[in-house]
């Protein structure tokens, strides 16, 4: 079977022009994780201490981006968007399902991300309120789709290196004096727990991932490139929220700039970080709008994205976003892990059926374990264990179907 061959079917495109170089893809991807929604999960780490939640981090981030590479690399691979390499294990229906949970969660993410933005820029004029930091952050997003795919990696370059510099500032302020370290949390967190925490940030990122990769003009390169800069920078702002919380003795990343003097800086990084990440969020639920139906334009979709979460991060409760992380993870992991063991095991293509019921089934199975592992104590967190239980299943699935085939041939 020829793998590089896009079966067309309804509301399906074919490969993406290769317009993104390596080196663009690594910065994206390094502004995408330059968010202060990543430095806010660094701060739960606090029970643990320096060390050990250090080292959560990074086991929780090698585990989260080694799925994140792979779910990229298809993409990359194929030239198309994550949610159309969907369409090659569960059917175009099936597609369409995912399809529309990704574009509910990128619009949830989009309000999460503008409101925290929105809160930490109030802090430098308070006289505008979160409303109207909310309507300048979304306004700036709007722009940044409209530039449009292939002005948007030169624009997002620049942004990255802005970003590498002032993150610099900040981490000099939050490790300044490491020495007088707070107490550590007296809040329960376990370190198979801390470990599923990191590896659920990069697992809300995979259906992004490939909407991106898809035009990739090099693709081994390019994911890896991008894979990397993500994995360094979503930690480093992990380490960020923890130094916070530890060293400088405050949870809010945006206080502790404030403080030090920093203000004006500390909100830049906050305002640009806010727009370059939530940019792909919004965009990245258009290109899954147009993926459903092909008279929906990605842009046109997206800059409604970044409108509705606008709105939502007005008029919604979007602050607590843990338990919003977790059912995102419950969702695509179990997703893309099928996708995975389809394209580099299987080889299986299943473009061409309207629903492929026994994936359909196995995620299911996916979601539920993940969801009910929750619960669990694990040394290595939820991801891992479920990832394995949901490849193998996939595989010995497949083993039985051929034997009966054979038997009934």
Not at 335 to 359: E, K, P, Q, S
Request: aromatic share 10%.
């Amino acid at each position: 079977m020829n793998l590089m061959r896009v079966m067309p079917s309804k509301g399906v495109r074919m490969s993406q022009p290769r317009v993104l170089s390596s080196s663009k893809l690594g910065w994206v991807w390094f502004g995408a994780a330059v968010s202060l929604a990543e430095i806010l999960t660094g701060t739960f780490f606090a029970p643990l201490g320096f060390e050990m939640g250090i080292a959560a981090i990074l086991v929780g981030h090698v585990i989260g981006c080694a799925l994140f590479y792979l779910v990229g690399f298809v993409s990359a691979k194929t030239g198309e968007s994550a949610m159309e390499v969907a369409n090659r294990s569960f059917g175009r229906f099936g597609a369409d399902a995912f399809s529309i949970a990704n574009v509910i969660q990128l619009i949830g993410w989009t309000a999460i991300m503008i409101m925290s933005g929105a809160t930490a820029a109030t802090l430098l004029m308070p006289q505008l309120g979160v409303a109207g930091w909310s309507v300048i952050i979304g306004a700036l997003i709007v722009l940044w789709i409209a530039i449009g795919m292939k002005k948007m990696g030169t624009v997002q370059s620049i942004a990255a290196i802005v970003l590498v510099a002032l993150t610099f500032a900040v981490s000099f302020v939050v490790f300044g004096d490491s020495t007088k370290a707070s107490a550590v949390s007296a809040e329960n967190l376990s370190f198979g727990a801390a470990i599923e925490l990191a590896a659920a940030m990069p697992l809300s990122w995979l259906p992004v991932a490939g909407d991106y990769l898809c035009t990739a003009k090099r693709p081994a390169a390019g994911t890896t490139l991008a894979t990397g800069a993500y994995f360094i920078g979503s930690c480093w702002m992990f380490a960020i929220g923890l130094g916070c919380a530890l060293f400088a003795g405050s949870d809010d990343v945006a206080t502790v700039l404030a403080q030090s003097g920093m203000g004006a800086v500390g909100i830049l990084v906050v305002v640009i970080s806010t727009v370059t990440t939530t940019f792909l969020d919004a965009q990245s639920a258009g290109v899954s709008a147009e993926s459903i139906h092909p008279r929906l334009h990605a842009r046109v979709c997206g800059i409604a994205a970044a409108v509705i979460g606008c709105v939502l991060a007005i008029v919604a409760p979007v602050g607590d976003f843990e338990g919003f992380l977790y059912l995102i993870g419950s969702v695509f992991a179990p997703m893309a892990t099928i996708v995975c063991v389809n394209y580099f095991v299987l080889h299986r293509n299943r473009a061409g059926v309207r629903i492929d019921w026994h994936n359909v089934v196995l995620w299911l199975l996916g979601f539920g374990l993940y969801r009910l592992s929750l619960d669990w104590v694990l040394p290595c967190g939820n991801t891992l264990p479920v990832m394995a239980i949901i490849a193998i299943t996939a595989v010995v699935i497949d083993v039985i179907e051929r034997k009966m085939r054979r038997q009934c041939a």
